[in-house]
């Protein structure tokens, strides 16, 4: 079983930037497709990027490709979701998951989630 715990989100003005960071526990991190998605009030969980379990692929949302990119550090068990020239759109609520060996962009493949970070981005 993996734990997840998201960090790095907050209050930002459009144009800026957030990194976003999910640690997850157990010694079998490496096994793990790592993904995150974001939840706006009333809106469905939407994927936002994906990447595979050695970095070698990665995967963005269309409203995110060429601002957002996802990255992971397997000595630390650690994912990141760097965003940069965010918009007001970009506010939601934003998830860590994982599952096991493959990526995926739908939310129903994904086995493990954490329990979220607010991301606020003020026009």
């Known amino acids: 079983q993996v734990q997840l715990v998201e960090s790095g989100g907050g209050l930002v003005q459009a144009g800026g930037s957030l990194r976003l960071s999910c640690a997850a526990s157990?010694?079998?991190?490496?096994?793990?497709?790592m993904g995150w998605f974001r939840q706006a009030p009333g809106k469905d969980r939407e994927f936002v990027a994906a990447?595979?379990?050695?970095?070698?692929?990665?995967y963005y949302g269309d409203s995110v490709k060429g601002r957002f990119t996802i990255s992971r550090d397997n000595a630390e068990s650690t994912v990141y979701l760097q965003m940069i020239s965010l918009k007001p759109e970009d506010t939601a609520v934003y998830y860590c998951?994982?599952?096991?060996?493959?990526?995926?962009?739908?939310?129903?493949?994904?086995?493990?989630w954490g329990q979220g970070t607010q991301v606020t981005v003020s026009s």
């Open positions: 990447i595979g379990w050695n970095g070698g692929s990665t």
């Open positions: 157990g010694r079998t991190f490496i096994t793990y497709a």
């Open positions: 998951a994982a599952r096991r060996f493959t990526t995926s962009q739908a939310v129903q493949a994904y086995e493990y």
